[in-house]
């Protein structure tokens, strides 16, 4: 059984940061690749950032791109979100998610099977 558990939402002012942490169970979590996704109210649960399974590549939404750092530590089994001069717009829940599937892009939530229960981000303007 995969559990992912996130932690280190909040409230904070405009400009400020926040990093949000994933934990996983389970001794094959350096295997996969990881994605953090968010979810505001009422739209739909978008793409954030990509990691690959040991860390070489990333990648990220335009609309984090240049704000948002994902990195991984796969000996903790735990992959990092660290957000900087964050936005009112970047108000949501944010899920992590291990991949599974490889038939799609990697901003498909459909390719994931496995999600975190979600952390809170607000952002206050």
């Known amino acids: 059984q995969v559990q992912l558990v996130e932690s280190g939402g909040g409230l904070v002012q405009a400009g400020g940061s926040l990093r949000l942490s994933c934990a996983a169970s389970?001794?094959?979590?350096?295997?996969?690749?990881m994605g953090w996704f968010r979810q505001a109210p009422g739209k739909e649960r978008e793409f954030v950032a990509y990691?690959?399974?040991?860390?070489?590549?990333?990648y990220y939404a335009d609309s984090v791109k240049g704000r948002f750092t994902l990195s991984r530590d796969n000996a903790k089994n735990t992959v990092y979100l660290q957000m900087n001069s964050l936005k009112p717009e970047d108000t949501a829940v944010y899920y992590c998610?291990?991949?599974?599937?490889?038939?799609?892009?990697?901003?498909?939530?459909?390719?994931?099977?496995?999600w975190g229960q979600g952390t809170q981000v607000t952002v206050s303007s």
């Open positions: 998610a291990r991949r599974t599937g490889y038939s799609g892009a990697y901003y498909y939530t459909t390719e994931y099977r496995y």
């Open positions: 389970g001794r094959t979590f350096g295997n996969y690749p």
């Open positions: 990691i690959s399974w040991n860390g070489g590549s990333t």
